[in-house]
């Protein structure tokens, strides 16, 4: 199993000591870093600023948000940095939610599922560089002809000869339906709250996407990139404290990050089996009561979510995340030395 260097995206200012970060995993031997985006920094622009200074690590997006974009303009900036980074690029999408979509971008989120497969569908037409780009799609028609069209656009393939037409291409998905189409359209998945206790939950949907016919992968060369913390502690009295430490940000996806009526996140704990916990940390999170809902979140959910202990503790349970199919961690580390430590007890 690899690692994956996860930045994440930005808070109120931008992180200090990230290129120190970054050159310590690329030193240690890490396979790749990945930068993220909400509603404030971009993925694409910190993954070149900082991934400009490596020479090894695969360079990834966890996630871009489909709908900040245009399908042809994700595949530009992805041809860009393929090419920039001599073939290092991992384009990683997700659809966001509707909050976010509708809000911030001003897109409609409706058909999730039908929009995704347009945009894959379209960046794979741009890549593989073989004719004019067209879609026929409802989403993404191009050439556009709607509202306000003057009925001149053209159909057209990319002056940059990309420099892979298989670039790899993975989604953040979380249903039953989205991960099956996951798995039939992309190279990989990027799971959010994927744990070894819930792996099995997963697996039926993977499995029906494979199983569908023109599936691009199978499950053998099918990536999955799975985030958590992953800490190393001298004693159970310092787990205790970092897990402690992690239940705001559980409480957050759980009962904050979404409506009341379409929280795709607590939907996830809800699968898990976590429903009547779910529902009363939202209602307490969303009536303002946050530190409440945080101290609801019990001690297991945290420690099956994310990855704390000892040495040894750590390298058991790294092999039980790895014996689920995961074949990166997606870690995220605040200094070089953690980094270092991480390679380390793993080597």
Known sequence: MKLGLQLGYWGAQPPTGVAEVVAAAEDAGWDALFTAEAWGSDAFTPLAWWG?????LRLG???VQM????????AMHALTLDHLSGGRMILGMGVSGPQVVEGWYGQPFSQPLARTREVV???RKVLAREAPVTNDGPHYPLPYDGPRAV????PLKPI??????DLPIWLGAEGPKNVAQTAEIADGWIPIFYTPRSAGMYQPWLDEGFARPGARRTREDFE?????HLQVVPDAATKQLVIDGMKPVVSLYMGGMGAKEQNFHKNVFDRMGYGDLAEEVQKLYLNGEKEKATALIPDELVDDMHIVGTAGEVRERVAQWEETGVTTLLLSCRSADEVRQVAEVLA
């Not at 400009?52 to 090894?56: D, M, N, P």
């Not at 940059?160 to 037409?165: D, F, Y």
């Not at 999955?224 to 958590?228: G, L």
């Open 121 to 123: 569908s379209i960046i």
């Open 151 to 154: 009925g001149l656009g053209k």
């Open 67 to 74: 709908s900040g974009r245009t399908p042809t303009s994700i």
């Open 61 to 63: 997006t966890s996630i």
């Open 52 to 56: 400009r200074e490596t020479t090894r």
């Open 224 to 228: 999955i990139a799975a985030t958590c």
């Open 160 to 165: 940059v000869h990309p420099l892979r037409a």
